[in-house]
């Protein structure tokens, strides 16, 4: 029997405005998959590598996407970038960073230390498509 597995997408998101608005655009921009939300780089981190409150998660349970704030608390997104993609265990799932500002030299950062794409907020159902965001039948 052919399972096929359920996408799953890591939002890191310290705003609540902004996180309603992704995950409305998710919605509307017709993206199948689960969405799990986290407050900020360190609660992140325990996330994909199960640590801290999320010690018990089952990481055969990967994202297929993460979708990163560049300025949450504790730790920024380009730190959290870094940890990812020095991790054998991480360093393949697309990243894409949310960023509030438009300086070129940013994002061009990001995109040198391995993130996807990025994306200047508030994303849209254009930014979906263009950072290839997990869609299809549910």
Do not use: W
């Amino acid at each position: 029997m052919n399972v096929t597995k359920r996408q799953l997408i890591l939002l890191a998101e310290d705003d609540a405005d902004d996180e309603l608005l992704a995950l409305r655009t998710f919605r509307q921009g017709q993206v199948h998959a689960d969405v799990v939300v986290v407050r900020d780089g360190a609660e992140a981190l325990d996330y994909l590598f199960g640590t801290g409150v999320y010690a018990r998660r089952d990481l055969s349970q990967m994202p297929t996407h993460i979708v990163l704030d560049m300025y949450l608390p504790r730790m920024n997104g380009l730190e959290v970038l870094q940890r990812i993609k020095s991790d054998e265990r991480t360093k393949a799932i697309p990243v894409t960073m949310l960023t509030g500002s438009d300086y070129e030299v940013i994002t061009s950062e990001i995109l040198r230390q391995g993130a996807a794409a990025c994306v200047m907020k508030p994303i849209t159902a254009s930014d979906l498509r263009q950072i290839g965001a997990p869609n299809g039948p549910a």
